[in-house]
């Protein structure tokens, strides 16, 4: 063997082998499953362990190289076993200067009041069981968000955009019917304690009147982002 082979036979990963190979040329060292997983997590929002059961499993069997590969790509996997959900997150790495790998959703301050009222609707049902609320219900607590100034139509219209983005987009709730949902678990993690904190600041702000007609919650913040880190 020339010392030019010996450079590239050291160049081959050592976990490579042929077994992972799916079609002919293909250099990848993770199974079909554990790749299905892995693009899963980078499609996002989440992985969920109760609606994708397989790529659930390839991930905890796998989850040492799955996280390795993420980390090639400046992501952080955010896993909760006992829950049963996992999503990634750009890493923060610093004075590092790192591309941006996920986009994050911007969400008007309706979108992130709507979260907060989810987010509490949620822990303090969950000790039993399943929460299913109506959307009326949800829609009910951020009515003190109009101001004055806000046409009711136009609200309303606003807080439909709303809950179609928490079902479709963000689905951190799912529909059982055109008016009730079952709320996510996983919208928990998504959510952190400053966050909540900052939203329900803000929320009690307006809903108590303070700052007057001027303080429309959706131009107010409207470029304000729940989570920065999800895909």
């Known amino acids: 063997m020339t010392e030019k082979d010996e450079r590239q036979e ?12 799916i079609w002919p040329g293909d250099t990848g060292a993770l199974s079909i499953d554990a790749r299905r997983a892995l693009l899963k ?12 059961t397989g790529p659930w499993s390839a991930l905890l069997a796998d989850e040492s190289r799955i996280r390795s590969r993420l980390h090639e790509l400046f992501l952080d996997l955010v896993l909760d076993r006992d829950a049963g959900f996992a999503f990634v997150r750009n890493a923060v790495t610093g004075e590092q200067d790192a591309p941006v790998a996920v986009r994050s959703e911007q969400l008007t301050f309706i979108d992130t009041a709507m979260l907060l009222v989810l987010r509490q609707m949620l822990l303090s049902g969950e000790q039993d069981g399943r929460v299913i609320v109506g959307r009326d219900d949800v829609f009910e607590q951020l009515a003190p968000l109009r101001t004055a100034d806000r046409d ?3 609200f309303a ?26 709320i996510s678990p996983v919208l928990r993690m998504l959510v952190d304690a400053d966050q909540v904190r900052t939203i329900a600041a803000e929320y009690e702000r307006i809903r108590s009147g303070e700052g007057g007609a001027s303080s429309a919650p959706d131009t107010a913040a409207a470029d304000e982002e729940v989570e920065d880190d999800v895909a």
Do not use: F
């Open 157 to 182: 219209k606003r807080l439909n955009a709303s809950w179609l983005k928490m079902r479709n987009k963000l689905r951190v709730v799912h529909a059982l019917s055109d008016e009730r949902v079952e």
């Open 152 to 154: 009711e139509t136009d």
């Open 10 to 21: 050291s160049a081959v990963p050592e976990e490579q082998s042929a077994e992972a190979a």
């Open 41 to 52: 997590l980078i499609q996002g929002p989440y992985l969920s362990a109760q609606r994708a």
